[in-house]
């Protein structure tokens, strides 16, 4: 085996699920040795027809504890990567790192009460993820999912996300999850309109969930367009929230998704 082969392992693709034209999911077998924590991404890679390899970074969108990884992409028309990716079939090879790498992860928080899970389109998939882990609903009272997209159609998972409080581990822990759809070109029953960052700087967002933003209390996790991150992080920071480092712990965790 070359140095290069040893950086990652050959993975089978088991199912390709389109779910708009620019929008799909693939699954692919797991090697043995991969770990990740919930929240994590891994780096992906596909062969051109010219024999090159392009590698691009993607959130898991499943468990730490499946026997499988899953991600969630989107078709950029005429995306080196995401074009040779959407063209992948069942049996098809897919490249997976080794290594799994991100701070996107329930540790980066030392405490709270809270945790708020704010997501812009293929930004939901690590809180996918982290929703299926049991470690989130023992360490949080209260978890809020906020998923924007600009058409209904693109709400991923939303039978996954339903069937959460159907598993028997969360049966008793379900009664902590609000789950707060945006839709922000349409509007449609059951779901907010309008950018994540309006919804929190009129109140509505506070009001539908029925608790505030507070940093005693809330622990916050961006992921998705780096201009809502942008212009999310400086409302939270005018509440005194923090983004979360190293050295000093804080309420704020991000992950640019793009």
């Known amino acids: 085996m070359t140095a290069s082969a040893e950086k990652f392992t050959c ?6 699920q389109p779910l708009t034209p620019s929008l799909f ?6 090697d043995q040795g991969f770990r990740f924590r919930a929240g994590q991404f891994a780096r992906l890679g596909v062969t051109k027809a010219d024999g090159s390899t392009v590698w691009r970074a993607y959130s898991m969108v499943s468990s730490p504890h499946d026997e499988f990884l899953e991600f969630l992409s989107i078709v950029v028309p005429g995306g080196e990567f995401t074009s040779e990716l959407s063209r992948l079939e069942v049996g098809d090879t897919l490249m997976v790192d080794r290594q799994a790498f991100g701070y996107l992860t329930l540790d ?5 009460r809270d945790l708020w899970l704010l997501a812009t389109g293929t930004g ?18 209260r978890i809020v999912l906020v998923y924007s997209v600009r058409e209904p159609k693109e709400l991923a998972y939303q039978e996954l996300i339903a069937g959460l409080s159907e598993r028997d581990y969360l049966a008793e822990y379900a009664h902590k999850l609000t789950y707060v759809p945006v839709v922000t070109r349409e509007v449609i029953p059951g779901a907010l309109s309008g950018r994540i960052t309006t919804l929190i700087e009129n109140g509505e967002l506070e009001s ?3 608790f505030e933003l507070t940093p005693e209390h809330s622990r916050v ?3 998705g367009n780096p201009q809502m991150i942008d212009d999310t992080r400086k409302l939270l920071k005018e509440r005194n929230l923090q983004l979360s480092l190293t050295r000093r712990p804080g309420q704020v965790a991000v992950e640019n998704y793009w």
């Open 221 to 223: 996790m961006l992921c």
């Open 108 to 112: 980066r928080f030392v405490d709270g």
């Open 208 to 210: 539908v969930v029925g």
């Open 11 to 16: 993975q089978t693709l088991l199912s390709v």
């Open 124 to 141: 939901v998939a690590p809180f996918i993820s982290i929703l299926q882990d049991f470690d989130v609903w023992e360490k949080f009272e």
């Open 25 to 30: 999911s693939l699954r692919t077998t797991r």
